[in-house]
C-alpha cells in the first residue's frame, strides 16, 4: 500500500474504532435516560432501593442495619439474586434472538408492567412496591446484560463512573477525530443518564409509578431505531455484493 493510501485508511480505521458498528448517540443516549430514570424512581418511590447500580444496595442495606433497619428492608439484599436471574435469562434470550432488539422489547415490557402495577394501586407499600422493585431491577439486569452481548451497542448505559472517567480521559486527550467522536458519545451517555435522573424523581413524586410508561415509551423507541439502523446496514451490505 503507497503512502497516500494508508492515509486515507488510517482515519477510516481511527473513525471505527472510536463509533463500532451499529453505534447511535441516541440509542446510547435513550438507553442511558431509561436506566436514570428508572434509577431514580426506585430510590425515591421505594425508600432507597437501586434498581440498576444494585451493587449500591449492600451500601444502603448494611448502612441500614447498623442504623437498625425495618424488616422491609432487606428487599434491598433480594435485588442481587434478581438482578443476577435477569442476567442469565438475558443471555439466553439474547443468543437465541441474535439480536438486542429482543431484550429491549423485554426490558420494555418488564417496565411497562411495572408502570401498570404502579396505575393499578395507589400504595407503595408491601406487595406492590415489592412487584415494582422486582419488575425494575429485572428491566435493568436485561439492560446491563445487552451491552455485555453486544458491545456494538457503544458503552454501558447503566453504570456511569466509568463513563464519567473515560469522558474525561477523552476531553483531556490529544484533539483527533476519534476523540471528538468518543466525547460525543460520552456526553449524550452522561447527558441522557442525568436527565434520566431528574426525569425519574420528579416524575415518581408528582405521578407515583405510572410515570414508569415514559422509559418504557423510550425503549421501545430505541428498538425501533435500532431496527432501523440493523435494516439499513443489511440494505446497504447486500447493496455492495451486488456491486461487486
Known sequence: MDQPDAQKTAP???????????????????????????????????????????????????????????????????????????????????RRAGSARALMLTSGALLGVAAAVGAVTNQVAGLPKTAIVALLVLAMGVQNAMHRLYPRLGPMTTVMTGNVTGFLVDVLGAPSSPQAGKQRSGAFVLGGFALGCAAGAFGVVQLGFVALALPALVTLMVRAQQQAKETARRTADSQAKRDR
Not at 443516549?29 to 425508600?47: E, I, K, P, R, Y
Not at 442504623?67 to 443471555?91: H, I, Q, S
Request: glycine share 12%; proline share 5%.
Open 12 to 94: 477510516a480505521a481511527a473513525k471505527a474504532e472510536a463509533t463500532p458498528p451499529g453505534t447511535s448517540p441516541w440509542v446510547t443516549g435513550g438507553l442511558s435516560f431509561v436506566a436514570g430514570f428508572a434509577d431514580a424512581a426506585s430510590f425515591v418511590g421505594a425508600d432507597g432501593i437501586f434498581c440498576a447500580h444494585v451493587t449500591g444496595n449492600f451500601v444502603v442495606l448494611a448502612a441500614d442495619a447498623a442504623l437498625g433497619a425495618r424488616t422491609d428492608e432487606w428487599l434491598k439484599l433480594a435485588t442481587f439474586p434478581l438482578f443476577v436471574f435477569a442476567v442469565l435469562g438475558a443471555t439466553q434470550i439474547g
